[in-house]
């Protein structure tokens, strides 16, 4: 389970005339997600939906609030002076938001994550991408529990056939297409088998009909795991209502920046689900009535 409290964050960042001022990304953020549920976070650009997913994963810190998985505490909120931050960085191992993401697994919270630029290395094969995931994870086991070289690559070829890419093993992602690319990055996140992946934006990149492909590729993947009896948690940011609501138990709005929880909105309708269904349907229409008064509101207040 998920439970984020109170998140704060608070930037500083240094103005067009070199005078430092502050940035309120998010206020008074809490939420509570349970095991196996598919959440989507929507809301205008800008209004801390990355920041919120970093968070979530540790690999930002909070300015305020915390945030607990499984009972256990993913970072305090960041301390103010610099004796006491450089303590903090070296208890929880935490360089910056970019070296922590690129470097640092979370073996410790099981969390996989899909960033929304730079899904997977370039200048590695699909394989070899997969293949580093399991590593990173691998470097975390000890004794038994470590995977031999060719149990890594036994697992990287099972995930890639599981997205359809057995064939494209050794290409790189420049070779592949926008639709191949984000079915790599969800083959490299699901292979170090996590309870939880946080994704940002992952199929934003593609046309309409392949996104609808990997809507299903996601629901089929995390239906797998709920056969096996180890339900995965998707934590999802997107832009697209229909998206959402199709995908999610439960859709999260924000409001625009500083980002806050505007609605919770549930998404009760059995799967499979149909993307007609007129139940779905009214959700969307409820959600971008929201998205639009609040993107109207905020007009009005810059004329
Ligand atoms: N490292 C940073 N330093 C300063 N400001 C930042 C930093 N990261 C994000 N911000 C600011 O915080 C706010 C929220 O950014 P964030 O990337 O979380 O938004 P978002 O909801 O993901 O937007 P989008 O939908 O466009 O991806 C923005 O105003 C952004 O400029
Ligand atoms: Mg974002």
Not at 3 to 23: D, M, P, R, T, Y
Not at 51 to 65: K, S, Y
Not at 149 to 157: G, H, S, V
Request: glycine fraction near 6%; hydrophobic fraction near 45%.
């Amino acid at each position: 389970m998920i439970e984020a409290k109170s998140i704060q964050k608070f930037f500083s960042v240094i103005n067009e005339k070199g005078l430092a001022e502050g940035l309120t990304a998010l206020v008074n953020v809490s939420l509570v997600i349970p095991d196996g549920k598919i959440v989507s976070l929507i809301g205008p650009s800008g209004c801390g939906k990355s920041t919120f997913l970093e968070i979530l994963a540790g690999l930002q810190a909070p300015t305020d609030g915390t945030i607990h998985i499984d009972g256990k505490l993913v970072l305090e909120p960041l301390p103010a002076t610099r004796k006491e931050q450089i303590a903090y960085r070296r208890k929880y191992r935490f360089i910056s938001p970019l070296a922590n993401g690129v470097f640092r697994d979370h073996p410790k919270h099981d969390i996989a994550m899909i960033f929304q630029d730079y899904a997977v290395f370039p200048w590695m094969t699909a394989q070899d991408n997969v293949v580093f995931a399991l590593q990173l994870r691998n470097a975390g086991r000890r004794g038994a529990e470590k995977l031999k070289k060719a149990d890594l690559l036994e697992k990287a070829t099972e995930y890639l056939k599981k997205v359809n890419l057995a064939d494209f093993a050794n290409k790189y992602p420049s070779q592949l297409s926008g639709g191949m690319r984000q079915r790599l990055a969800l083959a490299r996140a699901l292979s170090v088998e996590p309870k939880i992946i946080l994704m940002d934006e992952p199929f934003a990149a593609v046309d309409a009909l392949t996104r609808e492909k990997l809507q299903d590729d996601l629901l089929r993947l995390w239906n797998e795991r709920n056969k096996i009896g180890k339900p995965l948690t998707v934590v999802l940011v997107t832009h697209e209502v229909q998206e959402a609501v199709y995908l999610s138990d439960e859709v999260v709005v924000f409001s625009p920046s500083p980002g806050a929880i505007r609605n919770r909105i549930p998404v009760a309708s059995r799967r499979p689900r149909a993307r007609t269904d007129p139940g779905l349907v009214e959700i969307q229409e409820r959600i971008m009535a929201m998205l639009a008064y609040d993107i109207n509101q905020e007009s009005e207040y810059s004329i």
